[in-house]
């Protein structure tokens, strides 16, 4: 039972234009989420986070927002650079058992010149 | 290293064969996590070690699959007898504090059971 959802299994961008990845989540015992970023053949790296107490959080080019009544958060880029192109992982930690991470199925993010 | 590292990078074994992939955490960090992760699809957690005690292997899909960390820093992932199912990238990961949240990831062994 997939509890994180990425409904879009790719997304393209030019380059300079924001970027937004959704993403849905269904158990309301989550309270951490995390953005990772994967390139072909690496593991992910952690990109960005937000905790349930907050409804968004900025990182330079990254921002993450989250809206709790709706089991809803999203990343979005801006501007987008070609060097972004990679699959994004939405990712969820319950508040019992913060060790483990579920992950949604990725979006592919591709930032053309 | 810098880094979590895990061999072999690759992997084929024959159907009923038995693998153990090997993962090194960063030095110093408490928790140590593997994932399967199977074409298409996102990680899926297998099981979690904090130092060397196996906390929670809740996610390990049957008892073919067998995790240890005996000195609370290197550990492997013994996969018994595999079958195609078991064709997946094994990922692990490590972080500092219990929480797997920023939690730092190797580059996987692919596995493929022919």
Known sequence: DQQVKQNSPSLSVQEGRISILNCDYTNSMFDYFLWYKKYPAEGPTFLISISSIKDKNEDGRFTVFLNKSAKHLSLHIVPSQPGDSAV????????????????GKGTSLLVTP | GAGVSQSPRYKVAKRGQDVALRCDPISGHVSLFWYQQALGQGPEFLTYFQNEAQLDKSGLPSDRFFAERPEGSVSTLKIQRTQQEDSAVYLCASSLVGRGTEAFFGQGTRLTVV
């Open chain 1, 88 to 103: 994004y992982f939405c990712a969820a930690s319950p508040a019992d058992s913060g060790y483990a991470l579920n992950f």
